[in-house]
């Protein structure tokens, strides 16, 4: 009998390794093409927005991201991000919980609103923002009465924003804590812990590369947005223009250095954002494996 359990597990890996072994042909066709559309649409372009951006001379480039409505681009850009990242990490968080932890009805129809901002155009977000708190809007009278300006301001920008980018922190939390289940806060709360204490010392450990990455993808997603923001901001040149805005502007009034010196911008921080997503999957395979190694110790 386990002679033929033996020989029948051998049989299906033998099965599984034909199964995913191919030709050296196929090998090498599969990872030319990857490497070519990687090289097309991927790394030549870096190369001639950097090329252009220096086209100039440094001197031209350094004027043109330095320049006060660039200056003021980029700061509302970085205020715009630095709002919406908490607010979709405690959005995330406590989302994630609620739908991972327990069992509610209408638990999918929340998970749908989650991935809203996926399915809908940033567009159409934009005008739906406009349709509530425009000058003819929903809230739009009650707004003027009270001197309050959303739309064409940084409030706008910021709820555009928030909205565009809030399913990035969520969407990463809710597998991983869907798969750890509940067993490890049930245990805390039997030992005596509060909910706080437990949320610190068991929760938040146990998620951190998850709420790291997603916090990364949430800030790449907000400097880079245009859609929405275009429809609230208005354009308005040292005022409610952000970094993509602010490019548009330049390239249509044929300012390419300019506008390519902006962009660079743009694309470092992407860059910048590949490298962090990079660290954090490398730091969080390492402690998996260690975490698995003591295991297998003990």
Request: proline share 4%; net charge neutral.
């Amino acid at each position: 009998m386990a002679g033929a359990v033996s020989s029948l597990r051998s049989t299906k890996t033998g099965a599984a390794q034909a199964a995913t072994s191919e030709a050296t042909w196929v090998r090498v066709l599969l990872i030319s093409v990857a490497l070519t559309f990687l090289a097309l649409f991927l790394f030549l372009p870096l190369v001639i927005v950097f090329s252009e951006a220096f086209a100039k001379g440094t001197q031209v480039y350094f004027a043109a991201v330095t320049e006060p409505a660039a200056a003021h681009a980029i700061k509302l850009t970085l205020i715009a991000a630095a709002i919406a990242v908490p607010c979709n990490v405690i959005f995330g968080l406590a989302a994630a919980w609620a739908i991972a932890k327990f069992d509610f009805r209408g638990k999918q129809f929340v998970i749908t609103l989650i991935d809203l901002p996926f399915a809908v155009s940033p567009v159409i977000a934009g005008l739906i923002y406009m349709l509530l708190f425009g000058r003819q809007g929903f809230f739009g009278p009650w707004l003027n009465d009270h001197d309050i300006q959303i739309m064409f301001a940084v409030p706008g920008i910021v709820l555009a924003t928030v909205f565009i980018t809030f399913p990035f922190v969520a969407r990463e939390l809710i597998p991983l804590m869907q798969e750890q289940g509940k067993e490890q806060e049930e245990a805390a709360i039997t030992l005596g812990a509060s909910g706080w204490k437990m949320f610190w010392r068991v929760t938040l450990p146990s998620v951190k590369w998850a709420l790291l990455y997603g916090m990364i993808l949430c800030n790449a997603r907000a400097m880079g947005e245009f859609g929405a923001v275009s429809v609230v901001s208005g354009k308005i040149r040292e005022q409610t223009n952000t970094m993509p805005l602010h490019i548009e502007i330049l390239y249509n009034e044929y300012q390419f250095a300019a506008a390519f010196a902006v962009a660079s911008l743009l694309a470092l921080l992407a860059l910048v954002t590949l490298v962090l997503k990079s660290l954090l999957e490398w730091k969080a395979a390492r402690e998996h494996e260690l975490a698995v190694r003591a295991a297998s110790a003990q």
